[in-house]
Structures are given as structure tokens and as C-alpha cells.
């Protein structure tokens, strides 16, 4: 391990996070709206801290470590977390720690949680600052710096690793600096036409920026109260299913479509595209079957409310809690199966729920024929024994941290419905869930205890849990 690299690295993530606040301040300056002094003063003394732990550790490592890339990862969402919250605070916008933080966290880790009422009264500086961690942390801040460290002289491969942990595809180009720098092109063309397809569709042009922004990292705040509600475009809400769809889907695979001239070919040869697909499509008429048959929404709140969850995103047109019983156990199921994996979203991904199911299936098989070799495969590939053993390593992990993050929120006074989706919520990075925080409230009510617990819970999800946990292993911090 290398302190003097991870605390130059840190160092750098920490400069540009503080520059990304003057973009809050000049939209304050544009819309005459206040606190733009603040933003400045903030994004000054984080850039000044960055600097100085750089100037701290001196030149930039030679190279890093992987456990380097898991102590830098691990470390950047806590700080990240800790600094984004001083605009909350300095404004008054958030009046106690706890909630600023709290808002942060749940911002940068794209959860889409909050604590906040009155979005439509709120200065546009602020809306826009809570919009935008979403979208830095859509993508991971830690894969931007990645693209910009080797002009540094930093390598960035044990980064990429630590940021992306899980079975995803290849990298896309021989050098991870190439890589990063791909998948920031297609997010920043992503972002750009969602905006204007928004704008197109009659959304003001802030609230098309943000929804934005919010929709393709997958984050789910919005400028207003109602969420999507506040839109009664149909147009608007169609964009916004597409978009989160999309944004949901392995960014190489988008690569090797647009490599291949749009080819829609490619997507469908993806096993776990195609999975996703089948997935949502269950859910959505599993879903609408129980609930327009009960009178208890109409066929667009249905589909609308199934994909943002389905895709972890967050959003909302109505209030999905007063539906039947029976949908909230298959919105639960939705949140934890989540997105695919090189997506922007959050949950266990749908490729490690398919293999998890295939591997069972073989067992079944086994049963049947005990002699026989069976494989278990994704596409035309076969899985290793380990990777297997890793897949189920990290959904026992992941019911364990569930398991246990539930039972202390249940321990500090919440209700367990609340308890039990506030967890899956938030360690799906999903945002809303049943109860006291679903989309027709928010967490605000929650005791701080529990929100303390919740955050941890986000940046657990966030990391994927295995970047985690690895910290706790005495054999990591050994020379």
C-alpha cells in the first residue's frame, strides 16, 4: 500500500469535486437567485483542501496498488459525501448536520432519497447542485479522474477495477485511460439528448438539464415535489420511461451498438439485455394486472412507476404505496434485481440474478443427472467455479447487510414496513420506498439515527459491497 499515493490521488478527486461547485454558484448568478457567495466560498476551500493534501503527498505515484484502488474508492464517497454536504449547510437549506449530510450522501451515491420538502420554492443553485451529484456519481467521479490522471502520470487501472467491481464486460479499448474517456462520451451524449428531447417535449430548459442529468445517472431527484407528476405531458413521461431504460443498460454494450452503426442486432445477442428486457416486461404487466383490476391506477402511472423502479432510478408520477399489497412485494423484487451491470444503476444487476438462477437450475439438472457436466453460461460463454462462488459470496453478503441494516433501523423506533423498504431503498440506491419514505413522503421523519444508518447502507450499495468488506479483512492492511 501507498498512503502517499491514495492521499495524492484523494487529493486530486477532492480539487475537481470543489471546481464542480462553481457551476451551482453561476447558475445563482444567472437566475439572481442568491447563494452564489456560498457555492464560491465552498468550492474554494475544497479545492484549497485537495491541493494541499496533493501538495501533502508530494508527486504522483509512480503506480497503485490494488489495494490501493479499494482504500481510494472506499474513502472518496465518504469524503465526497462529506464535503458536498457544506452547501446544504451554509445556504440553511439543510439546518441540522445530520440532514445535510444525509441529502449528500444520497445525492453522490444516486440513491434519490431525501429530506427535503418545497422543491418548487427551493433556489435554483441548490435544486441544481443535488442534480448534479447525482450525475457525477451516475458515472463515478473516480472513472473521470481516472481519464484525466494518466496526463498526471497516474495509471488508472486499479482504480477502473475497485470502481467497477462485479462480472462486467471487457474493457472497451486497450487502456483503461481510453476507456474511462469512452464511457464519459457516452454519457455526456446521453445527458445532452435526453436534455433536449425534454426540452422538446415542453419541459422548461432548467428542469430538462436536471431531469436530465437526474434520469440518465439513474438517480431520480427532481426540481418539484410531485416528481414526474408535476408533468402531465404524456410525451415527457414517455421520454423519461426510454431514457431510464436506457441508462439502465451496460454502457459497452451502447458502445459496441454505436461501433456497429446503431445496430439494435447487438443488443438483442446480449444475454443479460435481453434478460433485462423480460424482466421489466414481467414486471410491468404482472404489476398492472393487479393493479388496474383493483381500479388503482391507470395503465401509464403503472408503467411509468414499474420502470423507475425496475431501473432503481426513483422517480414518480402518483403515489405507488396505495396500490394493492401485492405490488409492493413485486416493486421490492424489482429494486434488488436493479439494473445491468456497467450501468449507471443500482441493485444486485441482472447478470449476477441470472447466473445465480442458471447456477441453481444446474443444480437441479445435477439432481436428475448426476454424472452429467453441466456448465452454467452467460451467452455463449461458460462461468467459472469462482466466479460462481463469488456471485454467491456477494448475495450472501449483500441479505446479510439487508438483514442487519433493517433490524437497526427497526431498533430505533421504525416501523417495520418502513424499515424494511427504507433499507432496500437505499442499498438498492433506488430512493422511495413504502411506508413512512414512500414517493408520497420523504425521509425527513425518520430519527437521525436511522438516517445515519441509512447512508452507510447507500455507500454500501454503492460500492457493491465487496469493496467494503474488503477493508474489514485483516490481511489487506498487511505489508
Same mark, same amino acid.
Given at each position: 500500500?501507498?498512503?502517499? %499515493? ?40 475544497? *479545492? /484549497? ?7 501533502? @503527498? ?8 490494488? $489495494? ?16 458536498? @454536504? ?17 441529502? *449528500? ?25 443535488? *442534480? ?15 481519464? &484525466? ?18 462480472? &462486467?464486460?471487457? $474493457? ?36 430538462? &438539464? ?6 440518465? @445517472? ?9 416528481? =414526474? ?14 431514457? #431510464?431504460?436506457?441508462? !439502465? ?58 420502470? /423507475? =423502479?425496475?431501473?432503481?432510478? %426513483? ?52 439432481? =436428475?443427472?448426476?454424472?452429467?457436466? =453441466?456448465?452454467?453460461?452467460? !451467452?455463449?460463454? *461458460?462461468?467459472? !467455479? ?12 449483500? #441479505? ?12 430505533? %423506533? &421504525?416501523?417495520? #414496513? ?42 454500501? %450499495? ?18
Amino acid at each position: 500500500m501507498h498512503p502517499k %499515493g491514495v492521499t495524492w490521488t484523494l487529493g486530486i478527486l477532492v480539487a475537481l469535486f470543489g471546481g464542480g461547485m462553481m457551476v451551482p454558484a453561476l447558475i445563482s448568478l444567472y437566475y439572481h437567485s442568491g447563494h452564489a457567495d456560498h457555492f464560491i466560498l465552498a468550492g474554494c476551500l475544497v *479545492s /484549497a483542501l485537495g491541493l494541499a493534501m496533493m501538495r501533502v @503527498a508530494g508527486s504522483a505515484p509512480a503506480r497503485l496498488s490494488h $489495494k490501493d484502488g479499494f482504500l481510494i474508492v472506499a474513502l472518496a464517497w465518504v469524503i465526497l459525501s462529506l464535503l458536498g @454536504a457544506i452547501p446544504f449547510w451554509t445556504t440553511g437549506v439543510c439546518t441540522t448536520v445530520i440532514d445535510g449530510l444525509f441529502e *449528500s450522501t444520497s445525492g453522490l451515491t444516486t440513491t434519490g432519497a431525501t429530506i427535503l420538502t418545497g422543491l418548487d420554492n427551493l433556489p435554483p443553485s441548490i435544486l441544481f447542485w443535488r *442534480s448534479m451529484q447525482e450525475w457525477l456519481g451516475g458515472m463515478g467521479i473516480i472513472v473521470l479522474a481516472v481519464a &484525466v490522471m494518466p496526463l498526471l502520470g497516474v495509471g488508472g487501472m486499479q482504480l477502473f477495477r475497485a470502481e467497477t467491481p462485479g462480472p &462486467v464486460k471487457d $474493457k472497451l479499448t486497450a487502456r483503461v485511460t481510453e476507456t474511462a474517456k469512452v464511457l464519459w462520451y457516452i454519457y455526456l451524449a446521453m445527458t445532452g439528448i435526453t436534455t433536449l428531447s425534454l426540452w422538446l417535449a415542453g419541459m422548461s430548459g432548467f428542469d430538462a &438539464v436536471n431531469h436530465a442529468m437526474c434520469t440518465v @445517472a439513474i438517480g431520480g431527484f427532481s426540481t418539484h415535489d410531485a416528481s =414526474i407528476g408535476y408533468y402531465e405531458s404524456s410525451s415527457i413521461r414517455t421520454l423519461i420511461i426510454i431514457f #431510464m431504460l436506457l441508462a !439502465g443498460v451496460n454502457f459497452t454494450l451502447h458502445f459496441a451498438a454505436l461501433k456497429r452503426g446503431f445496430s439494435l442486432k447487438t443488443y438483442f445477442q446480449d444475454d443479460e439485455f435481453r434478460t433485462y428486457v423480460k424482466w421489466i416486461s414481467f414486471l410491468v404487466i404482472l404489476v398492472g394486472a393487479i393493479t388496474l383490476s383493483a381500479g388503482a391506477g391507470t395503465t401509464g402511472e403503472v408503467v411509468f412507476n414499474t420502470v /423507475a =423502479i425496475a431501473t432503481t432510478t %426513483g422517480f414518480a408520477v402518483s403515489d405507488y404505496a396505495v396500490w394493492p399489497p401485492g405490488t409492493g412485494l413485486l416493486l421490492l423484487a424489482g429494486m434488488f434485481v436493479g439494473a445491468c451491470a456497467g450501468s449507471t444503476g443500482g441493485g444486485m444487476k441482472v447478470v449476477r440474478v441470472l447466473l445465480l438462477f442458471r447456477q441453481g437450475m444446474r443444480e437441479v439438472r445435477r439432481l =436428475i443427472h448426476p454424472h452429467a457436466i =453441466i456448465h452454467v453460461k452467460i !451467452g455463449e460463454q *461458460s462461468v467459472t !467455479g469462482p466466479v460462481v462462488q463469488a456471485l454467491w459470496g456477494f448475495f450472501v453478503l449483500y #441479505m446479510i447487510c439487508y438483514s442487519v441494516i433493517t433490524t437497526l433501523l427497526a431498533i430505533t %423506533g &421504525v416501523d417495520m #414496513m418502513t424499515a424494511l423498504s427504507a433499507t432496500a431503498a437505499c442499498l438498492t440506491n433506488t430512493g422511495p420506498g413504502f411506508g413512512d419514505v414512500g414517493p408520497g413522503s420523504n425521509y425527513a421523519s425518520l430519527p437521525d439515527t436511522a438516517k445515519g444508518i441509512l447512508m452507510f447502507g447507500m455507500v454500501l %450499495g454503492r460500492l457493491e459491497i465487496f469493496t467494503f468488506f474488503v477493508l474489514l479483512v485483516p490481511e489487506f492492511w498487511r505489508k
